[in-house]
T-cell receptor
């Protein structure tokens, strides 16, 4: 089983729609979780951290389910500028600080 | 505040040549990472370091070497370049600890072609 798994997509959704991504991780001791965004041929950039209580930043909501070992990202009222690849990122437990990326989910917003 | 700086941005190597990809960060981060990303694929961890003098293998370390003599610098060495090492290489750093404000920051990448 891969350490971090994502549906690669592609997801093609109309502008204004709501889209959700899930990501599962295998290490139950993982402590930190993030969603990154990567535009074509660019470096990944932090979209948001994922906290145990869930968190929201504008149109973006992230959730963590430790019991089922998955994190999710919800994008509401999608914009053309949201088109990108979304990467799920998970760290190891303290003392094993590998930073492991999922393969990414490609999202295209259609006008 | 420059963040994470990688050099060079582009490089073409011949098979069998060697080179060093440079990475430096000015955020005093303990943790540093090297990833490679092949076209249409995810990031694969090559090596990482949790502090000066400490390095560890990642998922795909074969054909590469690293060193971490200072907190700021984490160079990646390719000794005998092979076509399979054609890729985009990203360096990243992050602070130690867990939870809030521990996200990784990336350099702009080095696009390497081995011919």
């Amino acid at each position: 089983r891969k350490e971090v798994e994502q549906d690669p997509g592609p997801f093609n959704v109309p502008e204004g729609a709501t889209v959700a991504f899930n990501c599962t991780y295998s290490n139950s001791a993982s402590q930190s979780f993030f969603w990154y965004r990567q535009d074509c041929r660019k470096e990944p950039k932090l979209l948001m951290s994922v906290y145990s209580s869930g968190n929201e930043d504008g149109r973006f909501t992230a959730q963590l389910n430790r019991a089922s070992q998955y994190i999710s990202l919800l994008i509401r009222d999608s914009k053309l500028s949201d088109s990108a690849t979304y990467l799920c990122v998970v760290t190891g437990h303290f003392g094993n600080e590998k930073l492991t990326f999922g393969t990414g989910t490609r999202l295209t917003i259609i006008p | 505040n420059a963040g994470v700086t990688q050099t060079p941005k582009f490089r073409i190597l011949k098979i069998g040549q060697s080179m060093t990809l440079q990475c430096t960060q000015d955020m005093n981060h303990n943790y540093m990472y090297w990833y490679r990303q092949d076209p249409g694929m995810g990031l694969k961890l090559i090596y990482y370091s949790v502090g000066a003098g400490i390095t560890d293998k990642g998922e795909v370390p074969n054909g590469y070497n690293v060193s971490r003599s200072t907190t700021e610098d984490f160079p990646l060495r390719l000794e005998l370049a092979a076509p399979s090492q054609t890729s985009v290489y990203f360096c990243a750093s992050r602070p130690s600890g867990q939870g809030e404000n521990t996200e990784a920051f990336f350099g702009q990448g080095t696009r390497l072609t081995v011919v």
